[in-house]
Structure formats: structure tokens, C-alpha cells
């Protein structure tokens, strides 16, 4: 593996926010030229902006353009209220990035559901669509009558490539030439670098979405270089991979136990078994190179990238890097949907008001 | 309503069979020039063909080209092996309905799978789309790898539009474009004007489809002359009307009274309770005229549209012209389903041996 | 048939309001004695209210008792605020019927939801149980810390005999035994002998349920009498048959005719096409026995009982009686499931504020 | 913790076989009195059986009894062949356990299906139930007429304590007092302590099962013990956790750096990268403890308890051990649901031809 593959295959993850962090981990502030991040806080939620320049792109594996996120770990499930509150942060966020880009209220939007909905963690995009609120056929059957406090909007889900024997950009694209939107809103269920992730964070981007690119397969992405107009993606890290779970444990083990020497002053053996307690950890509570190779041997002084390769290396083999979803995948999908489509309504219909 | 409206209305239904026997039932024999009919028993299952000329077309309100019809009425639901009979009959027969139209077996295939997967009685094409063997994307990816004795076979469900906000139409058509398949095959549920025939009957036809037609919409047809390519369509009758119901049970009450009393030369009012054996009732069961009105009053001489349009105008504008499925409709559907996407994957792969 | 099985055949419907309507179409009014007729309009929404005595029992062919229903045909599909609406006005006339019968806030509650979940229109039950809050288990487990504001309640959906292969009595039963529950509510779908109520009423009671009384088999009741505690039952009639289809729409048009005769004094072949405007029709539009022979002969004057028979003994032994539902049951079904699982939790933890 | 509550943590696989694995890695074999281990491999399936001794329980921390099972690992996703071998071996497998406990071929069966069936990796059990072939109503409602060749058997899914309020066994334990069966089959979905067998392989026992016996709760076992009659238990691991996830993967690393540096003599830092051929690691590939200290730290020479222990003590209070289960959980459900319910069939009808 070359510099450049190596490169190359750091950039799998779906998330510009691990793209960051990786390059984060790995290069000094003064490179991060190129790339502003922005963090806030609204409604107890943490939302996070991230823009990348094209002289970043190359540094940070990701597409020039915006990147927000907004961080629902601390929702319950089910929880109608909290559920509410995510649902208009998301609104107001997705709002905001349409605006970055000038989408008038008048401009028509075709949105994309991207995933398979027999496969429960890749069904976010379908569900979706089930409940994006279409008008388009009403300003084309009924002209006249219809309500224009709604914007022009069509929606679809072009199913995969393996149950339709289509490539899903094809479909998209002949899509976009008959029905002619303004803009494009994909939506698609993604895989996250790490298992704090999961289900718990949702992303929306201008720079379109490249469907299953991370599985090796050459696709053709769906954005605006390909199409012509802005593509905005959704999406929810809603898988894992052994690999990352592995390698964020390992983390957290050096960090727990650089943590835990630091505050209690003692050795690891005794530690057993530790507090309870809940715990947040930091790059800083990373213990010295001496302490990881104490207790983590050559692995503890691994670079991040050197770490998953090796486990890859291991696991893949022999069919083990299993891509996993939480065991709660139906209902967790369930609330994801609901607060995507409510938001996506509710940012795509702005002078429409919603009970 | 002037003639030639009462003429559209009457072609309502979506089976040519039907169209042909409400035509049968109002001119005589000589003037079926144009219309070929043949009947067949085929493993125990009835088979029938017919062929509308064009020149026939006006009278039998369907347009010109072969329909064929597999009666499905004796299978007990879930019973496998009658299934599979069924699965083989109808593969053959849509087989000959390819080879009547000169399908080669390298031609390549996009099946379309009408209808809302969300409504259970209308979700019969996406539920066919599901299970067809596509191997576009194998050609298209790996040219050199792809076993050939699989036919290009690609497959989508566009979707309602309802749902989407764009004609199914216009999906079909942007789709077409881009895969440039050798021929369509479309799969939709359909509605019947007979409680007899609901999920009783398979129709294929090479006249194509027009999407929602009965509902009163313009839409514009599937087909060869729109698409420039051949249009099959297999289509089920998985829903009746409140209307078509009550005309039916008022045509067996007259033919009931008439079979009743030419057997047991008794007269009606003696005939509570009739006897509760299964009957087959033909044309020749119906009373003379007089003992029609002498049952039924006025509503007993009725012609078939007349009756119909009669009990419409009762329902319709109350809202109790309901459109209903039997009770059984999610198994019904089930067995339908795998019966025409195993016999459809059959007849497009004849190659290939399926176990 | 003798007149004693004819009385019980007519007692067929599982809604107390058509055994009601059935009586009252042929008795006088002198003869109510034993039965309490209220209705009322409640937020726009029609409630009634029959008492049962039990020296009626025998004439109206229901059990001593309660029974109330609420009419939700104006309720447009999937219309959140309607719903609502409806709700609350459920959960209200639930909560009288709870009070009617003594039952305090304390008391423990078994909820039971009958029917198949595999069979959409027989789903509601199941579907129900899946939204009831249960928190007997934490009265179980953690008896100090539980929140007593909400009552202690558990629920079950025993599943059909023809699926588990035991009497839902027995299942019931024994669960009976080990909870000891101090009174039980049971959901479940009905079947109407109108097609105008299909999906569009909801019935309460507190004798009890009969499961699939209807279908011929002798089955345990499971009320009051069987179980030794108060059992209340909530139900939708979501399927009719063709028998009350066909008897409804000659019903309709005996009165269409009658209606429009009176109106517009012009003889009925003049009449077509009727005018489309919404009727509602009442026994006064029903024309006379001279009227009604000549346009429906015999059978125009024939008995409602009478009717049916008739129509059912054309229908059945040829297996065209059959029980449908409306071809929307998916998203109807959806809508009742929530409207009475909210509504009962409402009704069963009235101190606890729901948003 | 004391060694008492270490040995009871130790035991929380719901696997014999990775419970006897565990103790093998501990004890050496001369301890191995009471455990009996026998491997074979039928039609390409490799099938273990192990009996366990009531002196050895203590140790093996599994009840006294016999764990069968089978390997499907090398079965593909939906290749019907494979299934159809591996459900007939299934099939046999279990009637051998049946007889070893001299279940009678006139003996009645309960079969309970554990589990929610709206969460997906959780729904073996209800979707198992499904598929049975119940007959017991056909004995109490037609003796006369019943075919007896098949067995009597009755199914219920009693659904999860957080969803019906009831504890599980108290629904199972009401209704053995009314079915009265002879024998108890019992089926549920089960937690794997490796990543390397979930959805991969089939337990039978005749010792019953503890139902969510891992989650902390005390809940009362469902076997022969509390009920009286012999309970046969069918399980399939469908969920791991990260801290096994990672545990294995740590073991893998560890062993995939001995065998490395056996075959090829070269220290580990120029391993990178390995040859990515598939390895099969066995104990031998263990390094010494010196080479995994230097690779792997303190870490390398952890016992696997304390190794679990640890990582759990990161991950748990962080919500970050995560239950999880394969991305295409909805598909492997569905194979093994009709691999079971076919094999459960066939077990316990064996008098009947199936096609």
C-alpha cells in the first residue's frame, strides 16, 4: 500500500466530522488551512459546521463544501418531546444550508431516498421518502388550484443496484432530465468510523453523496459536478464494522487507563475493577508512549490508521468484519425517519405551518 | 351522459375477458367478427386466449393485440404444490405470449412492477419486482464474468404518484430512455368487475397498460405505440366495487330463481330455503322476462349497464360505492407474488434450469 | 330453520346498534320496553348509547348490558387533528363506561387483543396491545419505586385458534387465573352487516366478546359470566360480507327510487341518470309495497331477514360470499389502532398527563 | 467482585459450547470428568453434542443436560439447497434429542416462541411460531376426524415482559396448567459471546432456557425443574457485544501475529501488511507470554475474564457496549426462521411425508 492508497482508504468513512478528526489526529493545527469548523449548541443539541475548502480537499479526503451535523445522542427512544426539538433543530440547520447555497422558496426539489428497504439499517432513505410531503403533480394536474404555500416537490426511491439491476445514479439521472428540480435532496443511511456514532448523529451536506462508496465498487457520485444542480445529502451512520469497534475500544482502553493513573495513582493491575462511573475521555487522557506500550504493547503506540489496518488485516480474511447495527435497529430507524421527514417537510415547505 | 361516454364507461374494466363477455352479452354472435376467443384445459386450470383485431377494437373497448388469461380459481391458498402447477402453466404461457411477439432469448428485459407497496392490495407489483432475477448490472459490470444463460434482466417499482408527485409514466419513460431495454414487461394489480374473479385470475396481455385508468385520470398507456418497444402486462384483479357486487349477486339471484324453477317447477316463495348445493349458473338459467319482473320487478330486465349504472348512482354519491379485497388479502397476495415472479423469472430465463 | 334458529341467525352482526336497527325495523315502538336509546353530538362527533335490559335480551339478541358507539365517518384518513379530536371523545366515553361499572382508579387492568396480526383487517387487537402502556411489571419488580399515578396494567394478544392451535378462551382464561386482574378489556375487530360502518365505528361494551361468534363454531364468551370479572369490549367492525352488501344497496335503492318519486313525481325509467347529489336516505323514503314490487318484484318486498337469506343462499354455497374490507385497510387500520390505543391509555391512566 | 460472583459472570453465554470452550481454556483436561464432547460432521455440517453431568454444572456453569449443535456457517444467504440440507440434518439432529429423552410419538407438544417480533434480531421465536403446524384444536374440536399422523401440538409466542407487563414464565407456566402438554419445546434468539458465531449456528438442548437470563434480571428458568415436564430449547446467537467484539478480535490479533511470526520469522512491525489469506487460528498460535507482552502489553497476557472484564469496564459505562447484530439481519432471520420451523416440523410429525 502506497502513500496515496493509503490515503485513499483513510477516507472511508461516510462522515466529514471523522474525516476531520482523523486529520485532526494526525496533522498539526497550523495545517488545518482550508478548513473552518464551528460548534454550537442549540436546544442542548450540539450541531457542528464544517467547511472545506478545495485547497483542503486533498488533506481531508472529503468534497469542498459545507458539512453540518447535529449530534442526537442524548435523545431516548421514542421520546416524543426530545424527538420534537431534534426535529425542528434539524429544520432550522437543513434551512440554513439551503440558504447558504441560494435556494429560493420557489426553486422545485426532487428528493432521493438512496437504500434498500428490505434491509432495515439501509431503509432510512425509503422511509423517508415515505413521508416527504409531494406536490409536484398537483402544480402539474391542477395549476390553478393548487396550494402555493407549498413548494414543488417529487420524491423517489430508486431502490439498489442488486435488486434493480440499474445503477442508482442512472436512474437518478434520468430522473433529474424528465422532471427537471431546482435542486436535489438525497437521503441514505451511511457507516460510521466509530460505535459513539451509530444511529446517534445526523449529517447534511451540499456536496451530494457517492452511493455506496465505501464499499470498493467505482460509483458515479450524485452531485453537482454530475448533474448540473445543487445535491444536498442527508444521512445517519447507521452500521459499524468490527474493525472500527475494535479500534475505538483500544482507544478507550489507553485513555481509561492513562485517566485512571493519573487520578488515582496507582498501577493497572490494581485496578481491576475500575469505577463505574460514566465517563468522557480526551485526546489528553491519552497516557505517555512508555504507559501505552506497558499495557498495550507496540499496538498501544499505533497510529490510528496503522491500528485498523492491522485489525482489518485479521478480521477480514476470515469474514469476521462483520458490519453490524445495534440490536434496537426497527425502532431506532423508526424515530430517525420520522425526525428526518418532519424536518425535511418543514425545511422544504417553510410558509407552510405545521401542527 | 351522451352514447359515447356510456360507451368509455362501459369498457371500465381492466380484463379483456371481461370486456369481451359484456359484449357478448349485448350483440350477437355474427358480429364478433374481429375478436377470436379459444379456451384450454391445461393441467386442470383453465387457459384462455383472445385475439382483438383492429378492427374490433371500438366494439370491445379494449385495444388490439393478444390477452390471455390463466384461471387460478381452484387453488386452496398456501397450497404448495397446486401453486407450483399453476407457477408452471402460467410460465408457459407467457412464454408463448413472448414468442407470439417474437421475443428473442437475447433480448434484453426492464420489468416494472406497478402499484403502492404500502397498500396491500395494490402492492402486487412491487412484490413481483422483489423477487425477479435482475443480471443487468452483471453485464453492464462485469461483461466478461456474467453467465449468459440468464437473459439482461433489470427491474423497478416506480412508486405512485400519489406518492412521488411525478406520473408513473413519465418514470417509465425517462427509465426506458436510459436502459434501452428490448422490450417492458409490466406487473400491476388490477380491479375486476366481478366478485368471482378477485385474486382468482392472471391476465397477460402484449397491449401494454394504462396506470390507474378506471380512476378517471387521463394517463397516458404503456405501451408499445408510447414506448416504442413491446409492452407486456401481467395483471391480477385484486379489488371489486360495491357496484360490481350487487349487479353480480342480482344476475345469480335471476339466474338462482330461473335454475330453481325450471328443476323443482315450484314457485319462489316455496323456495326458502333453497337447497345449499354449489351451482354453476349459465346464461341459460336467467327466467323469462316475465317471471324476471315477477322476481325483480323493473330491476330484473335491466341490461347489465343500465343495472350497473343504476346501483352507481345509489352509491357513489353517498360514498358507499366502496372498493374492497377480500378479507384474506395478505396471504392471497403472498401466494400470488411468488406465483408470478417464479413463473415470470422462468419465462425469461428459459435457459436456465430452476430446481 | 325453524323460528328459533332464525332468531338466532338475525343476531348475527357483532354491533349492538344493527341488532338494535334490526329489531327496530320490525317491531313497534310499543315493544322497546328493555331497551335505552341515547345519542348525542359530541365535538361533532355522534355517540350512542344503548341500555340493555335483561328482559330484552331474548328480542334484540344481545346480552344484558351497555353499549356505546362513537361514529368516526367523518374523520378523513391520516387527518392528525380529526384524530385527535376523535380520541379524546373515545377516551372519554370510555372512561364513563369504566365508571358506569364501579371500576376505581385502582383497580388492575388485563387488556387482551384478539385476532391475527398477520391478517390485516383482524390485526387490530394485536396492534392495539403493542401501544397499551403496561406497568405491571414494574408494580412486580419494583413495587417502591413505581409510578403510581399510572394504574397497573398488562396486555396480552393470545393469538387465533387456527394459529396456536388452542381456544382463545382458554388462553385468556388461564391467564385470568395467575394475573388476577380486576376487570379486563378486550379488543378486537368485528364484522358489520353494513357496509356504511366498515372501519367507521367503534363499539364499546361491558358484556364482553364472543371471539369469531359469527363464523358457526360454538366458542366460550369471554365475559363477566365466564371469567368472574367485569370485562369490557372495544371493537371496529372492519369487514363486511357480500350477503349485506347486495342487501344494503337493494335497501338503498328501493329508498333511491322512493326518494326521487316523491320528489320529482317522474316515473323511474326516466330517472336515469339520478341526479349525483349526496343523499341521505331514511325508512320514510322507502316507497310503497306497490312501488317497490314493481320495481324490484318479489324480492322488494321481502322481510330484511328475508333478504339475506335469500342472497346468501345464492352467494355461499358457490363460495362468492365473500368477506371483504375496503382495499385503504392498511392506512385505516393504522388510524384506528393509534386512535383507541391512545384513547384506552387515556381511559386507563387518567392521572397521568399525556401531551 | 468474589470468585463466587466471577464464576456466575463467567457463565453468561447462552452457548454450552461456548461455556464448556471457556472452562477448556481454564482447566486442563484432566478436570474435564462430567463433560462429555462429541464432534461429528453430517452432510458437510459439522453437529457437536455435549453432555453435561450434574457434578460438572458447577464448573461448566451450565445445567446438567445435553447441548447439541449445528454449524451453518457454511450455509449462503438464501441458497435454497444448502438450507433445505442443513434443515433436514436440523430436523434429524433434534428427533435424536427427543428420543434420547424417550418422547413418544403420541406425545402432545407445546411449542412457545420467546421473544418481540417487532425487533428484528429478537424475533426468532415469534416467527418460528408462525410457521408450526398446530393441530391440537383439531384433536379437542374434531377427534373423530383428525389425522393422526400428526402429532398434537399447540404454539404460542407469550411476547417480552416489556411489552405485555407479564413476567414470561408466569404466561408459560398458565398455560402448560391448561394445555397439559407432555414436552415443552421452547425457541428463542440468543446472545453469542463471539462475533464468529452469530446467526451461524443452531443450539438444541433439553435443559430449557432462562429467558433473558443474561440482562442482570433474576428471571425464573423455563425447564423440567419448574414445570414438571421435559423442556427442549432451540436457540440461534443473533446479537454479540462490542466487549466480545473486541475481546475476539484482540485473541485473533494475538494469534495471527504467533502464526505470522512461526511461518515466517520476521518481527511484527515489517508484518505490515499481512498476507490477506483466510487463517484459521487455533491456541497453538498463541505466542509466548513474552511476544505478547511485547505486542500486546500487559493486555497480551490478560485471562480472557479479565480481558472481557476489562473492556467492559470501559465501554459499559459509557453506553458504549453496544448489542449489535449483522446488517443483513432481516434476511438471515428469514432463513433461519424457515430452516427451523420446517426442521421443528418435520421432528415432531415424523409420520408425515413432506415435500
Known amino acids: ?36 469548523y464551528e460548534e454550537d449548541n442549540i ?5 457542528t459546521c464544517i467547511d472545506v475548502a478545495p485547497e483542503a480537499v486533498e488533506r481531508v ?23 420534537t426539538v431534534a426535529m425542528e433543530v434539524f429544520a432550522e440547520q437543513l434551512s440554513k444550508l439551503l440558504k447558504h447555497r441560494d435556494i429560493k422558496e420557489t426553486d422545485t426539489c426532487l428528493v ?29 394536474l391542477r395549476p390553478n388550484e393548487v396550494d402555493r404555500s407549498y413548494r414543488e416537490v417529487s420524491a ?12 442508482t445514479y442512472d436512474v437518478i439521472e434520468s430522473l433529474v432530465k424528465k422532471v427537471k428540480p431546482d435542486f436535489l435532496v438525497v437521503v441514505d443511511a451511511l457507516a460510521s468510523r466509530s460505535i459513539t456514532r451509530v ?36 444521512g445517519v451512520p447507521t452500521v459499524v464494522d468490527a474493525v472500527s469497534i475494535t479500534s475505538d475500544t483500544i482507544d478507550f482502553l489507553l ?19 475500575f469505577s463505574s462511573a460514566r465517563q468522557i475521555y480526551t485526546d489528553e487522557d491519552l497516557p505517555s508512549p512508555e504507559l501505552r506500550e506497558q499495557f498495550m504493547g507496540q499496538v498501544g503506540n499505533l497510529e490510528e490508521e496503522e491500528k485498523r489496518q492491522l485489525i482489518s488485516e485479521v478480521l477480514t480474511p476470515n469474514g469476521y468484519n462483520l458490519i453490524v447495527t445495534p440490536k434496537e435497529i426497527d425502532t431506532e430507524m423508526e424515530d430517525l425517519a420520522t425526525l428526518i421527514s418532519n424536518g425535511l417537510n418543514r425545511a422544504l415547505h417553510p410558509n407552510v405551518q405545521f401542527s
Chains 1, 2, 3, 4 share one sequence.
Request: charged letters at 25%; hydrophobic letters at 35%.
Open 255 to 273: 485513555k481509561h487507563i492513562g485517566k485512571s493513573l493519573k487520578e488515582e495513582s496507582r498501577s493497572y493491575k490494581k485496578l481491576v475493577p
Open 43 to 47: 436546544k442542548g443539541l450540539k450541531v
Open 112 to 140: 432521493i431516498g438512496l437504500g434498500n428497504d428490505h434491509v432495515t439499517p439501509d431503509a432510512l432513505g425509503p422511509m423517508v421518502v415515505d413521508e416527504v410531503i409531494v406536490t409536484r403533480h398537483l402544480y402539474e
Open 61 to 83: 479526503g472529503k468534497k469542498a463544501g459545507r458539512y453540518m451535523t447535529l449530534d442526537t445522542s442524548s435523545i431516548i427512544t421514542h421520546e416524543h418531546d426530545q424527538l
Open 1 to 36: 500500500m502506497n502513500e496515496q492508497e493509503m490515503k485513499k482508504w483513510q477516507c472511508r468513512s461516510d462522515l466529514a466530522l471523522e474525516a476531520v478528526e482523523q486529520m485532526v489526529g494526525q496533522v498539526n493545527e497550523a495545517s488545518q488551512e482550508g478548513v473552518k
Open 156 to 167: 423517489l426511491a430508486p431502490g439498489v443496484m442488486g435488486m434493480t439491476g440499474i445503477e
Open 199 to 234: 444511529n446517534k448523529m445526523i449529517q447534511m451536506t451540499d456536496t451530494g453523496i457517492a452511493p455506496g462508496s465505501g464499499v470498493g465498487n467505482k460509483r458515479k457520485a450524485v452531485d453537482e459536478e454530475s448533474l448540473g444542480i445543487p445535491v444536498f445529502a442527508i
